[in-house]
């Protein structure tokens, strides 16, 4: 799946997996109609990023609050997203983790989890400004969330 020069970059968060996995989720259908339209159907499509953390707490989650089965059915399309070229994931290596260890200290005043923090870094790393995220950190952190 070839992306456009200039398709933009996406990060994919939790947040978002949770709504598209669980039908009880909150932003479900809006969740999923973007998730559709905006990641799988886009012309061009957009260049998806997320990281082994995002997958570690989604499926954590998923398995948690929707069933076993769901959370590996969700974490097997990811991975065959990726396979197919259409999804990145980034590991968090020792430098990526220690940047996101300063801005945890940092920002005490916020209540953002590790792994936001370790999202935080990928973004600036890769100039993101935009994450498919229903989570309140991002804009905290001034990255744009979508859907609106």
């Avoid at 996995?21 to 909150?26: A, C, I, K, L």
């Avoid at 065959?80 to 801005?103: C, H, Q, S, T």
């Amino acid at each position: 799946m070839a992306l456009a020069d200039d398709a933009p970059t996406v990060f994919l968060d939790t947040s978002a997996l949770l709504a598209v996995f669980d039908e009880s989720d909150q932003w479900h259908e809006r969740a999923t109609n973007y998730w559709k339209t905006d990641i799988i159907q886009s012309l061009p499509r957009p260049r998806v990023v997320l990281t082994d953390f995002i997958i570690d707490e989604a499926a954590t989650r998923i398995r948690r609050d929707v069933s076993h089965q769901k959370a590996v059915e969700a974490v097997n399309l990811l991975l065959e997203m990726k396979r197919r070229g259409a999804f990145e994931i980034l590991a968090i290596d020792e430098v990526r983790f220690n940047a996101a260890w300063k801005i945890f200290v940092q920002y005490s005043d916020q209540d953002f989890s590790f792994t936001d923090c370790t999202s935080f870094v990928v973004c600036e790393e890769l100039k993101v400004t935009r994450a498919f995220a229903f989570d309140s950190h991002f804009q905290t952190y001034r990255i744009t969330t979508a859907p609106l």
